[in-house]
Structure formats: structure tokens, C-alpha cells
């Protein structure tokens, strides 16, 4: 079983920063992928963006290339998410994922473990 511990979420303008950080233990594969998601009331979870095992492939839903940065340090096991120039459409809680895959890249169905979410609200 695999926990994950989302934090670093917060009240903030448009325009300001955040880091996300989420927290890896338990049981996770020895070369695990992971990603972010969010989810608004009554909308989908959407993915926003994954990482491959070693950090060296990344991918961005469109609305955030450019403002948002993933990465990971394997030594900490937690995984990150920078967020800049954020919008009030970046409103929502932020989840981390785990895939037992070296690169589940952008498939939702290949993500096995969810942690609880930092929610996120941009203000005008």
C-alpha cells in the first residue's frame, strides 16, 4: 500500500507562486512515475501534469506549460509541484498520484494511488 501526504497548498492572488509537495511512503515501486491532479466540484479529476521515475521526462496539460513545473528528489521520496502566475482558474484540489510504471505519462488509468489533496484558491 502506498501513502501519499499532499501540502503547500494555500490562499494567494492572481499572479503569485506556490510549491506543492507530496510525500511518498509505503509501498512504492522501485522505479514509480507520478503526477498531479485536480478536481473542481462537479468536474472531473483532470491530470495537470506526470513525471517519469528518474525525473528526466515531464508533461503539462496546456493551461499550465509554461507557469507550472514537476519534478521529484527519489532521496526524500516526495515529488513537486511549482506553480507560478497563477490564475483563479487554477482554483481547485491539488491530488498526487503514484504509478507503479518507470513513465505513466498522461493516462489517468495507469495511476494506482491517490493522496488526500492541498486545496489551492486564486483569488482575482
Known amino acids: 500500500q502506498v501513502q501519499l501526504v499532499e501540502s503547500g497548498g494555500g490562499l494567494v492572488q492572481a499572479g503569485a507562486s506556490l510549491r506543492l509537495s507530496c510525500d511518498a511512503s509505503g509501498r512504492t515501486s522501485s522505479m514509480w512515475s507520478a503526477a498531479w491532479f485536480r478536481q473542481t466540484p462537479g468536474h472531473e479529476r483532470e491530470i495537470v501534469a506526470s513525471v517519469s521515475w528518474d525525473g528526466g521526462w515531464t508533461w503539462y496539460t496546456d493551461s499550465v506549460k509554461g507557469r507550472f513545473t514537476i519534478s521529484r528528489d527519489n532521496a526524500k521520496n516526495t515529488v513537486y509541484l511549482q506553480m507560478k502566475n497563477l490564475k483563479p482558474e487554477d482554483t481547485a484540489i491539488y491530488s498526487c498520484?503514484?504509478?507503479?510504471?518507470?513513465?505513466?505519462?498522461?493516462?489517468?488509468?495507469?495511476?494506482?494511488?491517490w493522496g488526500q489533496g492541498t486545496q489551492v484558491t486564486v483569488s482575482p
Open positions: 498520484a503514484h504509478s507503479g510504471l518507470p513513465s505513466a505519462g498522461a493516462m489517468p488509468s495507469l495511476y494506482d494511488s
